[in-house]
């Protein structure tokens, strides 16, 4: 008996060990969300379209708490002012406002840029655009490099930027999603061999996305 307790003991004192070299504080894992599970989901994918989609709702799932969350904001802001202001027409206009612009941003063709507006820079994002499209935007917001910083870019052009990107891939979405329909292109779709490019920027998206999710107070989080 007495050599079976000493081996026990070994076996725990081994076992604890092994404890204490693995151990991970769980304040430095991410809170788990579906964002997670479908961030797994699309890096397992194989085929570029289907990853594309993948990516894209992951900004469907986040967007409508993102414009929740700018407006309670802006509703804050707002009610901030009460004590110093009078509760007249132009105050209670300006409620209104804000619930027109949340309304506004749950559309499907706004959905994407309630995102990239808030959980992500832009910036960076810049030159991971497809050459093709890369060149599009640079003419359309008349920057002058290819590679930019936040010197080479002023808040119309970031602006600009965020639109430009959040169009593109809203409308390289329903590029995709209605392809055997009657779709019209507009011209800011991506097209096929553009995708797998394309897909390393959404990827950079839906860390920034996971990431501004885990910044989240507790009730604010998806």
């Not at 110093?84 to 804000?98: N, P, Q």
């Not at 602006?159 to 009657?182: D, F, M, P, W």
Request: charged residues 35%.
């Amino acid at each position: 008996m007495s050599e079976y307790y000493d081996g026990e003991e070994e076996y725990e004192d081994e076992e604890s060990e092994d404890d204490e070299q693995d151990t991970v504080e769980l304040s430095t894992l991410p809170h788990f969300s579906p964002l997670l599970k479908m961030y797994r989901l699309a890096k397992e994918v194989n085929d570029p379209e289907i990853q594309f989609l993948q990516y894209y709702k992951m900004i469907e799932y986040v967007s409508p708490v993102v414009a929740k969350s700018v407006a309670y904001e802006h509703l804050n802001k707002r009610l901030d002012m009460l004590p110093r202001i009078s509760r007249d027409h132009k105050y209670l206009d300006s409620i209104l406002a804000v619930a027109r612009k949340y309304d506004k941003d749950l559309r499907d063709d706004t959905l994407a840029l309630a995102a990239i507006e808030n959980c992500v820079d832009v910036v960076p994002l810049y030159e991971m655009l497809p050459k093709r499209m890369l060149k599009k935007v640079k003419g359309t917001l008349k920057l002058q490099k290819d590679s930019l910083t936040d010197e080479d870019i002023n808040d119309e052009q970031l602006i600009g930027l965020q639109k430009q990107i959040a169009g593109i891939l809203y409308a390289t979405r329903n590029s995709i999603v209605h392809a055997k329909s009657n779709y019209v292109e507009i011209g800011n779709e991506l097209k096929a061999e553009e995708l797998e490019e394309a897909n390393d920027m959404m990827d950079v998206i839906a860390h920034s996305i996971i990431n501004w999710n885990e910044r989240q107070p507790e009730g604010f989080r998806v």
